[in-house]
């Protein structure tokens, strides 16, 4: 009965132990990790197949992946009124998980509603389209697993009707879309590989 007594109470105890325990931020499981490295590699096409569908749909002097500097991408971008991919950074105490892939998601909405606009005036998007169509489902699987705490944003929308009158216009657009997105996907690789490190540097 003695013996009986002492085990109950170090249960009693480890319940106890388990309840009092800080919540700490989600973390990732094997399965995040999986879905993460997938998406990863989806991000690598996509930095390859951005200068191809670069050459395939911009014809007009001078656009080239390179040719403008940043100020000058900016005004040109406010001009189309373009809207504006999400800050991304890898996970942190501040910039926690459910923060990070929220707004990955959010910016793999965005470019992939701009590429379908842009893909009806000019060629050479369409399987930079089809592969971001994959990557929203993998982070989609990713917000999943981290359940994210309240709503995902919605993407921003874009008037392409009302911004691009003309070829040249259109061209325009393609062009920061697809510099855009490069930027945007250096920044994914980096926030996806952190990722599968996170849980050591967040213990």
């Known amino acids: 009965l003695l013996f009986l007594s002492s085990v109950l109470l170090l249960l009693q105890y480890f319940l106890f132990v388990v309840q009092s325990a800080p919540v700490g931020p989600p973390e990732p499981t094997p399965d995040l990790t999986d879905v993460a490295e997938r998406a990863r590699t989806l991000v690598q096409k996509i930095l390859r197949d951005i200068p191809v569908a670069h050459a395939a749909a911009i014809s007009t002097k001078g ?12 005004v040109m971008s406010l001009s189309l009124g373009l809207p504006v991919a999400p800050l ?7 910039f926690t998980l459910d923060i990070c892939v929220s707004r990955m998601l959010v910016g793999c909405q965005m470019f992939q509603k701009l590429l379908g606009v842009l893909s009806e005036r000019v ?15 993998h982070i989609t699987k990713m917000t999943e697993t981290v359940r994210l705490n309240g709503d995902t944003p919605e993407a921003p929308s874009w008037d392409a009707a009302s911004r691009l009158p003309g070829n040249y216009e259109a061209q325009m657009a393609a062009h920061l879309t697809l510099i855009q997105l490069r930027s945007f996907c250096h920044d994914l690789t980096r926030s996806l590989r952190a990722i599968s490190t996170y ?5």
């Open 199 to 203: 849980r050591t540097s967040a213990a």
């Open 123 to 137: 060629d050479g998007l369409m399987d930079l389209k089809v592969t971001l169509r994959d990557l929203v489902t």
């Open 88 to 94: 991304l950074k890898p996970p942190s105490e501040q």
């Open 63 to 74: 656009l080239t992946l390179d040719s403008a500097q940043p100020t000058n991408l900016q």
